[in-house]
C-alpha cells in the first residue's frame, strides 16, 4: 500500500516560476525522501529529511516536515526546463529497511 | 564508479516463460531492493536483501523468486512469467545507516 501520496498528480509552471510539490503520509517515520525520475530513467536521490527536522536545504531545493501534520512540501526556486521530470516522495517508518513510495508528482517547466 | 547496473534494459516474454534480471553494484552497499514500477501506482517493493546471503519479501512478492548469493549482486527471478508482470523494474541500493537510494535505471519487461 501506499504511504505518501502527493499533491498535485500534475503542475505545469514557467521557466523562473517557483514549484511547489506536497507529500502527505499515514504513519509515524523515521525520515521522509524526494526524488527525481525524468522520463525513461531511475530515480535520482534528492533530499533526505529526518523526523526530528522542520527544514533541509540543497541548492534550489527546500524541504519541509510537519509530523504533527504528516506532511512534507518539496519547493523548487527559479524552475529550470531541466527539472522538468516526476518528483516521489518516499518515507522509511521507524524499525523498518524499506522506503515506501508516493504515486508522484509530475512537472513540467515551459521554456 | 558505475553504481547500480541492471541487465538487460529490455526484454519481451512470453507468458509461461522464465527469466532472471541481475543488479549489481560497485558501491559495497549492505541493503539492496528490487521495485516495479506502473502507471500510476508508484513504486512497489518486490524483494529487498539487507547483507549477503539474505533476502526478505515485499509488497509484492508473489511470482517472484530472489537471491543474493554475493554482496554485489541482487538476481529477480520469474519463474512463470504472465502478462500482469509487464512493467518496469528497478534495483536500488543504499549503504548501512540513514542514507537515500541509489537506482539502476530500470528494465522494462513485457510479457505476452
Known amino acids: 500500500s501506499q504511504q505518501g501520496e502527493e499533491d498535485p498528480q500534475a503542475l505545469s509552471i514557467q521557466e523562473g516560476e517557483n514549484a511547489t510539490m506536497n507529500c502527505s503520509y499515514k504513519?509515524?517515520?523515521?525520515?521522509l525522501q524526494w526524488y527525481r525520475q525524468n522520463s525513461g530513467r531511475g530515480l535520482v536521490h534528492l533530499i533526505l529529511i529526518r523526523s526530528n527536522e522542520r527544514e533541509k536545504h540543497s541548492g534550489r531545493l527546500r524541504v519541509t516536515l510537519d509530523t504533527s501534520k504528516k506532511s512534507s512540501s518539496l519547493l523548487i526556486t527559479a524552475s529550470r526546463a531541466a527539472d522538468t521530470a516526476s518528483y516521489f516522495c518516499a518515507t522509511l517508518n521507524f524499525g523498518n529497511e524499506k522506503l515506501t513510495f508516493g504515486t508522484g508528482t509530475r512537472l513540467t517547466i515551459i521554456p | 564508479n558505475a553504481g547500480v547496473t541492471q541487465t538487460p534494459k529490455f526484454r519481451v516474454l512470453k507468458t509461461g516463460q522464465s527469466m532472471t534480471l541481475l543488479c549489481a553494484q560497485d558501491m559495497n552497499h549492505e541493503y539492496m531492493y528490487w521495485y516495479r514500477q506502473d502507471p500510476g501506482m508508484g513504486l512497489r517493493l518486490i524483494h529487498y536483501?539487507?547483507?549477503?546471503?539474505?533476502?526478505a519479501k515485499g509488497e509484492v512478492p508473489d511470482g517472484y523468486n530472489v537471491s543474493r548469493l554475493k554482496k554485489q549482486n541482487f538476481l529477480l527471478g520469474l519463474e512463470s512469467a504472465a502478462p500482469s508482470q509487464t512493467s518496469v523494474y528497478f534495483c536500488?541500493?543504499?549503504?548501512?545507516?540513514?542514507?537515500?537510494?541509489?537506482f539502476g535505471s530500470g528494465t522494462r519487461l513485457t510479457v505476452v
Open positions: 536483501s539487507v547483507g549477503e546471503g539474505t533476502t
Open positions: 504513519t509515524s517515520i523515521n525520515n
Open positions: 536500488a541500493s543504499r549503504p548501512d545507516g540513514i542514507y537515500g537510494y541509489t
